[in-house]
């Protein structure tokens, strides 16, 4: 199409043409530029000058476009009078309107000026008040908690003008704190720092409410109240006054005030075993993220509201402390409280192989605390023997990996578990026992472990099997791995019948009821007529 002709033909200029989108699309594809064109045409007509003019003075009026039709009616009757500028017939007919109608022509939405301005108002973001999230010292109390808890204070305070002692604060580390009782000490201490023997009711206010302690969870509680000033750990110093305070106040352990020297040994046992379960770095130092992890807050509420210590099998029962220091004390035949190789052999009726012994006083799964030579401690003795009796635990899989993982690259090849096993064939062929060759045992290793790769296994293979104990039975000792062989149905129905039991647990229960019948047969047997020598007679 000519664009020059188009122009010069003004007359045949037809207003239905002039709506762009509805150009023939042949037009459009053949002459790019002929929108331009036409909609410059258009802008130089009379009409469009009035309909321009019109329509800005009605917006600077305030008056919404398109509410009074006159000028639009008149100014489109004007449009519509010009002439076509096609001839006709010379173009294709239009298609008919849509039901929606065209875009330029569609029902108008609400204008800026009903809004009150001509101009197109630009909404402005509003901005939100984010709540704090991070607080230094915590995050504050709500204060209704804050009233409640100050008229408690006022309540235990209101008789003692001029603070509470000791004694007298157990109440308020129950009723206000929700801790246990033995705490209470330790929380006195912490908040009379001038050594005054008093905790004043401010004071107390100060530290616990003003602090937002009272807003921290239980065992963050508890890490602020037992923790060194300036540290960021616990150490198994800090938990002695806990366990002191324990001994003297529960009543399951009032038959030990007469003995003071038994009373240091329980706590150390407890701190002994809560580092070894819940402590895993190795390093002596207990985290709050270890402390949270773990079941020492749970074990502690028991503990204070069981009046049988026995009942508390986590940690803090007496029974499982008897068991350890017996076991202890019957292998350390000089009591030198130390415990050799040759010592330690006997454990178990002998039912450990040399080589693994070996491994242990290599001190490659735990570095010992007796800082003698070739000798091992009580605490050392208390790991080993949690481990020895109780191989579903992670610690024990743990300490046990480390032993016959020879060459410490952190998997165990075929070659380290012959090594091991070499000594409990010959064992088994000493005692007349039927041998099983070291390929057979592999089959049925590997069947019971099910590891990611059959090459070798890994701590992550062990930990995801239940029977992994197993698996170091068959090793190194002995009378374990023929127990396992022989499946003993009384074991198995203890097992199905109180599933919540560990094996420590069960191991600890069998062993305290022989030792309590060896003890009492003693006493028949030797009556009350014998004096005998206490420094060579067993501490129980």
Known sequence: MDIDAVAGDITSLDPELLQLPELSPFALKASPQIADDLFSQWLSLPQTGRLVKSLIDESSSGISIGTHGNSLSANAAGINSLPSMFQAGSTPPLSPRSSSGSPRFSKPKTSPSSLGSPLKLVSEPVREAIPQFYFQNGRPPPNGLKEQCLSKIDDLFSSHMDGLQVREFKAVTKEVCKLPTFLSSALFRKIDT??????????????????????MDTATQVFKILKQPHCNYLSQVDFKPLLLELVATHPGLEFLHGTPEFQERYAETVIYRIFYYISRSGTGRLTLRELKRGNLIAAMQ?????????????????????VIYCKFWELDTDHDFFIDKENLIRYGNHALTYRIVDRIFSQVPRKFTSKVEGKMGYEDFAYFMLSEEDKSCE????????????DGNGVLTRNELQFFYEEQLHRMECMAQEPVLFEDILCQIVDMIGPEKEDYFTLRDLKGCKLSGNFFNILFNLNKFIAFESRDPFLIRQEREDPSLTEWDRFAHR????????????????????????SLEAPF
Do not use: Q
């Open 395 to 406: 610690p024990s899989l743990e300490y046990w990996f480390k032993c016959i993982d020879l």
């Open 511 to 534: 062993e305290y009821i022989r030792l309590s019948m060896e003890e009492d047969g003693e006493n028949a047997s030797n009556g009350s007529v014998e004096v005998w020598d206490e």
């Open 194 to 215: 001038g050594c005054s023997g008093v905790v004043t009711r401010d004071a107390f206010i100060r530290y616990w409410v003003d602090g937002n302690m009272m807003t």
């Open 302 to 322: 028991h503990a204070d509201e069981e009046e049988d210590i026995n009942k508390v099998l986590r940690y803090f029962s007496y029974e499982h402390f008897y």
